[in-house]
């Protein structure tokens, strides 16, 4: 079974300064991983989606993430802060041609200060 | 293309009324989903769908009823709301089980 680990449930970065958003999974088989945002009373968009043919994942928006397998991570950055950009954000994860469903993590709300 | 669409986009229920959410998608997905999102803990499913006619329980689908007659439409029928039920409802879909979810726009319920 897959799992999500997103570490910190608030993140709070200046408006121009590096966000990183962490993610850890885990899966017994190849995983399909995702990154999500959700803007205040919307539904999720698919920022990003890792699904094996790159490690290194580029986004909407500029954000980008990177699937690091021995550490079981797909981290997501940005290296500049938008205020636009204050949202919450869900990391997901599946099985590579699996039944399994998407796996999300409990979300991480990034505030963007002026 | 709409997408997924849902309706209404918010309720208001007293105890022990019932409602149906409405879910409708237009891009001929085989499954559907739906999720309820409660502050700090993330998206928990409450049903699926793998095409027309098959739904089977998610995580958390006490108090919670689907059906899917068409490849378009999952609606999900609450029988006696709870205050426990207060939350935002997202319907989802994707091609295949492991792939892309796309979300509707959610539906809000506040059950007093």
């Known amino acids: 079974a897959q799992s999500v680990t997103q570490l910190g449930s608030h993140v709070s970065v200046s408006e121009g300064a590096l966000v990183l958003l962490r993610c850890n999974y885990s899966?017994?088989?190849?995983?399909?991983l995702f990154w999500y945002v959700q803007y205040p009373n919307q539904g999720l968009q698919l920022l990003l989606k890792?699904?094996?043919?790159?490690?290194l994942v580029k986004g909407i928006n500029g954000f980008e993430a990177e699937f690091k397998k021995s550490e079981t991570s797909f981290h997501l950055t940005k290296p500049s802060a938008h205020m636009s950009d204050a949202a919450e954000y869900f990391c997901?994860?599946?099985?590579?041609?699996?039944?399994?469903?998407?796996?999300f993590g409990k979300g991480t709300k990034l505030t963007v200060n002026p | 293309n709409a997408g997924v669409t849902q309706t209404p986009k918010f309720r208001i229920l007293k105890i022990g009324q019932s409602m149906t959410l409405q879910c409708t998608q237009d891009?001929?997905?085989?499954?559907m989903y739906w999720y309820r999102q409660d502050p700090g803990m993330g998206l928990k499913l409450i049903y699926y769908?793998?095409?027309?006619?098959?739904?089977d329980k998610g995580e958390v689908p006490n108090g919670y009823n689907v059906s899917r007659s068409t490849t378009e439409d999952f609606p999900l029928r609450l029988e006696l709301a709870a205050p426990s039920q207060t939350s935002v409802y997202f319907c989802?879909?994707?091609?295949?089980?492991?792939?892309?979810?796309?979300f509707g726009p959610g539906t809000r319920l506040l059950v007093l």
């Open positions: 989802a879909s994707s091609q295949l089980a492991y792939e892309t979810q796309y």
């Open positions: 899966s017994s088989v190849p995983p399909y």
């Open positions: 890792y699904t094996s043919a790159a490690t």
């Open positions: 997901a994860v599946s099985a590579q041609g699996g039944s399994e469903k998407l796996v």
């Open positions: 891009m001929n997905h085989n499954y």
């Open positions: 769908s793998v095409g027309a006619g098959i739904t």
